[in-house]
């Protein structure tokens, strides 16, 4: 894959400018600053949700505490954090 499409899979805009980093960096480095990053559009979707947290209201299209798979994650972290907490005291 292109440089271009590995940066339009993790939601870079089409309009995102590189500037010199092609040229003074290469194409691997630039390549491995794409697949290190956090997608744009993931951490906009997660400052959506935080600042309406911030502001005090419940945000658009938030999963509900029972959805099956928001009950899964919640025991999960719940057993990794006791997990945790047992390897800790003992």
Same mark, same amino acid.
């Given at each position: 894959? @292109?440089?271009? *499409?590995?940066?339009?899979?993790?939601?870079?805009?089409?309009?995102?400018?590189?500037?010199?980093?092609?040229?003074?960096?290469?194409?691997?480095? +630039?390549?491995?600053?794409?697949? *290190?990053?956090?997608?744009p559009l993931f951490t906009r979707q997660h400052g959506r949700v935080l600042a309406a947290l911030l502001e005090g209201r419940r945000p658009n299209l938030?999963? @509900?505490?029972?959805?099956?798979?928001?009950?899964?994650?919640?025991?999960?972290? *719940?057993?990794?954090?006791?997990?945790?907490? @047992?390897? +800790?005291?003992?």
């Open positions: 894959m @292109s440089t271009l *499409e590995c940066a339009r899979l993790q939601t870079f805009p089409e309009t995102f400018r590189w500037g010199d980093a092609l040229e003074t960096k290469g194409h691997t480095n +630039v390549r491995d600053m794409i697949g *290190e990053a956090v997608p938030v999963m @509900s505490t029972e959805d099956k798979r928001v009950k899964k994650a919640v025991a999960s972290l *719940e057993a990794a954090g006791a997990a945790a907490a @047992s390897r +800790v005291s003992a």
